[in-house]
T-cell receptor
């Protein structure tokens, strides 16, 4: 199994450009989420989804858009990139058991620089 | 709103020492808590998941405990090795939402 796959691994954008970070999982997980990791700020939740067609905001949703049309894919869109969005982005997924969300599996990350 | 704090932010120990990493959370109505490891430039790997009904969970030299009443979890690493050097993070859910909130992590260095 591939687990959680993120593409691209590295990306450089100019201010105002748009792009989509891709995330796919092959574990049939209901729960998927996007985090950004910044020095001194830790991991902060951007958006999450508890199933196809259902998304919700995390701690820092502004400037980002998501959709969940299939169980496998959860893309993150930057509509107009800003230097403040320079960060490392992680996608994660989890099985949703009776007792809540279980072990979280992470992708390898996308390092994004906005100039 | 769930807030997760990890102390200390960094820790350096000689090889062979037993050590404890701390994680505290403000909302004790959690259904589980997870501990992760992150190596430099890499993603996170889940180490241990403790359900709310459990008090401890063990994997090899790692033992995690959970005390919901005090809002604390600890990760105990026995007989530390240089290969244990990494950043360790804990994460707790926020209420009944799908939000999993992370602490800022403890960066561990084990010196040979």
């Amino acid at each position: 199994n591939a687990g959680v796959t993120q593409t691209p691994k590295f990306q450089v954008l100019k201010t105002g450009q748009s792009m989509t970070l891709q995330c796919a999982q092959d574990m049939n997980h209901e729960y998927m989420s996007w985090y950004r990791q910044d020095p001194g700020m830790g991991l902060r939740l951007i958006h999450y989804s508890v199933g196809a067609g259902i998304t919700d905001q995390g701690e820092v949703p502004n400037g980002y858009n998501v959709s969940r049309s299939t169980t496998e894919d959860f893309p993150l869109r930057l509509l107009s990139a800003a230097p403040s969005q320079t960060s490392v982005y992680f996608c994660a997924s989890s099985y949703s058991g009776n007792r809540g969300y279980e072990k979280l599996f992470f992708g390898s990350g996308t390092q994004l620089s906005v100039l | 709103k769930q807030e997760v704090t990890q102390i200390p932010a960094a820790l350096s120990v000689p090889e062979g020492e037993n050590l404890v990493l701390n994680c505290s959370f403000t909302d004790s109505a959690i259904y589980n808590l997870q501990w992760f490891r992150q190596d430099p430039g890499k993603g996170l790997t889940s180490l241990l998941l403790i359900q709310s009904s459990q008090r401890e969970q063990t994997s090899g030299r790692l033992n995690a405990s959970l005390d919901k009443s005090s809002g604390r979890s600890t990760l105990y690493i026995a007989a530390s090795q240089p290969g244990d050097s990494a950043t360790y993070l804990c994460a707790a859910p926020s209420g009944n939402t799908g939000k999993l909130i992370f602490g800022q992590g403890t960066t561990l260095q084990v010196k040979p």
